[in-house]
């Protein structure tokens, strides 16, 4: 079991370009969520996911899209990245459990850079 | 709306020191709580939750009790290891949710 992965782990992007993060689970978990974490501003979450075909609006959306194809995937994409977008990204997985408790399962994060 | 207040950090001990990390939350009905732990450069895993009042989550000699009476779940350890050194989140799934509400998370550095 690998749990949560994140690709890529680093990334620099220049001011108005543009990439995807990938998060993919193999715990068969049905809801994924997009977060970033910065200096003193502990979690926040931009998007997330109660199922395969469907995403929506966190507390942080602006400037980011969200796909989710496949019930495993769960895709962050920047459109043009601003340097406001520096952050290091955290996906997570749920599932309602045993004890109906939902703890998430982190990835290990991608640090991006946009200068 | 619900929230999660932690103690400012960072925290500093030396090794064999006892830990409090004091959390106090707010919300509706009976929501599940817990501690989430991040070592430095990885993601945050969970180290112990309580799902209903009066539980004591424990894990690697944590513990911490849902106390509903005074919506509180201070996470303590009776002596704490360079190993501790970490960020503490505290964090709770409100009541019908699926979403957590994490608190600001509060560094703690163990000295040898």
């Known amino acids: 079991n690998a749990g949560v992965t994140q690709t890529p782990k680093f990334r620099v992007l220049k001011t108005g370009q543009s990439m995807t993060l990938l998060c993919a689970q193999d715990?068969?978990?049905?809801?994924m969520y997009w977060y970033r974490q910065d200096p003193g501003m502990g979690l926040r979450l931009i998007h997330y996911?109660?199922?395969?075909?469907?995403?929506a609006k966190g507390e942080v959306p602006d400037g980011y899209n969200v796909s989710r194809l496949k019930k495993q995937n769960f895709l962050l994409g920047l459109e043009s990245a601003a340097p406001s977008q520096t952050s290091v990204y955290f996906c997570?997985?749920?599932?309602?459990?045993?004890?109906?408790?939902?703890?998430?399962?982190f990835g290990p994060g991608t640090r991006l850079t946009v200068t | 709306g619900d929230s999660v207040t932690q103690m400012e950090g960072p925290v500093t001990l030396s090794e064999e020191a006892f830990l409090t990390i004091n959390c106090t939350y707010t919300?509706?009905?009976?929501?599940?709580l817990f501690w989430y732990v991040q070592y430095p450069g990885e993601g945050l895993q969970l180290l112990l939750k309580?799902?209903?009042?009066?539980d004591k989550g424990s894990n690697k000699g944590f513990e911490a009790t849902y106390r509903k009476e005074t919506t509180s779940f201070h996470l303590e350890k009776g002596s704490v290891q360079v190993s501790d050194s970490a960020v503490y989140f505290c964090?709770?799934?409100?009541?019908?949710?699926?979403?957590?509400?994490f608190g600001a998370g509060t560094r703690l550095f163990v000295k040898a």
């Open positions: 964090a709770l799934r409100g009541t019908g949710g699926f979403k957590t509400i």
């Open positions: 919300a509706t009905g009976y929501p599940s």
């Open positions: 715990m068969n978990h049905e809801y």
């Open positions: 996911s109660v199922g395969e075909g469907t995403t």
């Open positions: 997570a997985s749920s599932s309602p459990g045993t004890s109906g408790s939902y703890e998430q399962y």
């Open positions: 309580a799902t209903k009042a009066d």
